[in-house]
């Protein structure tokens, strides 16, 4: 057991259990506080060469899409098939796994889907969020 002195930084999901102590007392008895960090729903990066959700022709190239979140580290299950994302234990079950700043293309006419979630260990998995790409 450590002594606090300041603040305790807390920077991932986890359980804290604490006592207090003072000169002339006993230990008090032990609170536990559990902490849980969800991450946030991907974005979509409109940073060249990277498409946002959209009509595009493929005249002009098929867009690509790069998924973004606040957590650098965090990876992407994604569908496009109109299935549901799903990471069960830190795997994507169904759907694509992709690294940080990995992109896809849709290239397929018509209207695409792209539902995405981010996934991190120590984090809960976030909500998903849906983009719309056209593609004529």
Do not use: W
Request: glycine share 8%; with cysteine.
């Amino acid at each position: 057991a450590q002594a606090c002195t300041s603040p305790v930084a807390v920077t991932q999901s986890e359980t804290l259990k604490v006592v207090a102590v003072a000169n002339g007392y006993g230990p008090s008895n032990a609170a536990t506080g559990n902490y849980t960090f969800t991450l946030a729903p991907p974005g979509f990066s409109n940073v060249a060469p990277n498409k946002a959700p959209g009509t595009y022709y493929l005249s002009n190239g098929a867009p690509q899409v790069l998924l973004t979140d606040s957590m650098p580290a965090a990876h992407f299950c994604y569908t496009i098939n109109g299935t549901t994302p799903v990471v069960s234990n830190g795997v994507c079950t169904t759907g694509k796994d992709i690294a940080p700043g990995t992109t896809f293309t849709i290239s397929t006419l018509g209207t695409t889907y792209v539902r995405a979630l981010a996934f991190a260990p120590n984090y809960t998995t976030s909500n998903i969020t849906i983009g719309t790409y056209t593609v004529r």
